[in-house]
């Protein structure tokens, strides 16, 4: 079916008063035209991305590699743990260098697709280590079926597939470009790779910080990829920065100055079973960099009003990334909330969020 005899329905989750780029909703539109599109339900995160909407659960009958992205198998777990006395300050300059990857030979046999390198890293970009409090618990019984209680500590890890899912697409782009898959199965096959790396990695990134912090490594109570493509009801349903809402439980990350929300999700067909990811960008790297330099300094944005630390060595990623780039978590959790796709959980407050290494001396403890 050509895209002219055919075009998919658009729904965008969000209220009148959310920050939603018309770009974005354009990106929808063009998403919906191509052949084979069912439906494109857009998060209240939405935002445009690089030929295809970020913050989008699209469903179609034929599968198109680039909806999924270059970072296959990205996503959020959150981790229990136990620690004493965690002061923001001491506890930043404990963290590892998750910049340098693992030696491959402490990793056990069987790392998806044979991929060794960068395991146990964040990434840059978006991606994060945080060490979080459970600030406000908004469903009792739900917190206490997953051990959480106001107070207690966790760890939360958002990273991908570490150049493996980059591998995969520019295979395809190179001979197909933006088009569907020639073999879907043979993509899936890789692409269930990538998403079973990105799981591997977030659980070697939450090891490496709680040993660095003097903590036991735990199992994740929550992990949920929200780059990825899966077979529902014999179509494709294309995920791009949209987390699984189908009776999940999800981590919705807020900014680095900002709560997130852990949340049960529980949409239906009409948004593609998804909820968001994240807060979401409002504004671009490049709009980001030169308002946030006007507005803030370095050692502003490694302080939070929250009292948090963040660690970043990467002076412009420090501004690209700071809590004005993104729209407002709670808005985006409102819009979920009464759009009846989420009920919140617990909300958690960062303590210590890790970026890239920080490579220059802190000057001093408390204030900035």
């Known amino acids: 079916m050509s895209p002219s005899q055919h075009s998919a329905t658009v729904t965008v989750f969000a209220s009148p008063s959310s920050w939603i780029e018309s770009d974005a909703v ?36 034929v599968l198109y590699p680039h909806l999924v992205g270059s970072d296959i198998g990205c996503g959020i777990a959150v981790f229990p743990i136990a620690l004493k006395r965690p002061v923001p300050e001491r506890l930043a300059a404990r963290f590892p260098d998750l910049d340098r990857p693992l030696d491959p030979g402490l990793v056990a046999e069987g790392v998806p697709a044979g991929h060794v390198e960068g395991l146990g890293t964040v990434g840059r970009g978006n991606h994060f280590a945080e060490l979080a409090r459970v600030h406000t618990v908004l469903d009792a019984a739900h917190a206490a079926r997953l051990g959480l209680s106001a107070g207690d500590l966790v760890l939360i890890v958002h990273s991908g597939s570490r150049g493996l899912g980059e591998r995969i697409l520019r295979e395809h782009t190179e001979v197909h470009g933006a088009g569907p ?41 929550v992990d949920q990829c929200h780059n990825l493509v899966e077979i529902r009801d014999g179509a494709y349903l294309h ?33 593609g079973h998804s909820v968001a990811h994240g807060a979401g960008r409002k504004m671009s790297r490049a709009d980001a960099l030169v308002r946030n330099r006007a507005k803030h300094t370095v050692e502003e944005l490694r302080r939070t009003p929250l009292g948090s630390v963040v660690v970043c060595g990467d002076r412009q990623l420090l501004f690209e990334e700071a809590p004005g780039a993104y729209k407002r978590i709670e808005q985006v959790v409102t819009d979920l909330v009464e759009h009846g796709l989420a009920t919140p959980i617990v909300t958690t407050a960062p303590v210590v969020t890790y970026k890239t290494a920080d490579r220059e001396p802190r000057r001093g403890k408390g204030r900035s």
């Open 239 to 271: 995920r791009k920065g949209a987390a699984p809402g189908d009776g999940r439980d999800v981590l919705i990350a807020g900014t680095r100055g900002t709560m997130s929300y852990l949340v049960a999700a529980h949409a239906g067909p009409e948004a």
């Open 26 to 61: 354009d990106q929808c539109r063009q998403v919906a035209a191509l052949d084979g599109m069912v439906h494109v339900a857009g998060m209240p995160d939405l935002h445009p991305g690089k030929g295809a909407p970020i913050g989008a659960a699209m469903l179609s009958s």
């Open 181 to 221: 898959a020639a073999d879907a199965e043979a993509y899936l096959a890789m692409h269930d790779a990538a998403v079973r790396w990105g799981s591997l990695n977030r659980r070697l990134i939450a090891a490496r910080v709680a040993d660095a912090l003097g903590a036991r490594p735990a199992e994740p109570i």
